[in-house]
């Protein structure tokens, strides 16, 4: 019975990890036509899940980075979103140069993505100057109210 509880809690810890890259790889695609439609931008680069790690041993993730023109658009997917990751994401936003200082000179809108956004949630992230999207007609798109300037970091 034990030995049966451990294989299924690792598989669920596979399965959650599995969804999460589920999200990530369903987001990502969708990102240059987001910020073409938004911004009027033609994606340069798109990379996913871009890691560094610093001389002091500190290791960051990013879900997805995409460079047009003097923007870099730094996405956190999340399968459910909430208040907490806004929260972390903040700190992920401001210690982006510190990972990725070739990007030091261009202005940086952070994205929020998930399957599904409440509502609360959105308006949350939307005070906090992060661009959200969750699943809508084209699969991705953006949450915000309209005419939602995101925050230049």
């Not at 451990?6 to 969708?30: C, F, H, Q, Y």
């Not at 996913?48 to 993730?61: C, T, V």
């Not at 949350?124 to 939602?148: Q, R």
Request: zero cysteines.
């Amino acid at each position: 019975m034990k030995q049966q509880n451990r294989e299924m809690n690792i598989k669920w810890g596979e399965m959650a990890r599995k969804l999460g890259t589920l999200t990530e790889d369903l987001v990502a695609p969708s990102i240059p036509r987001i910020v073409n439609e938004e911004y009027g931008l033609e994606v340069s680069f798109l990379g996913i899940r871009m890691k560094k790690k610093l001389r002091d041993g500190r290791i960051k993730e990013y879900d997805a980075i995409a460079v047009a023109d003097e923007y870099v658009f730094v996405d956190e997917t999340k399968s459910t979103l909430n208040r907490e990751y806004v929260n972390d994401f903040i700190k992920d936003i401001q210690e982006f140069r510190d990972y990725f200082p070739e990007y030091e000179k261009n202005k940086i809108i952070g994205i929020l993505a998930s399957l599904y956004a409440d509502e609360g949630v959105v308006r949350y992230a939307e005070k906090s100057g992060f661009l959200v999207l969750a699943v809508g007609d084209k699969l991705m798109e953006v949450k915000n109210s309209k005419g939602f300037k995101p925050k230049e970091w």
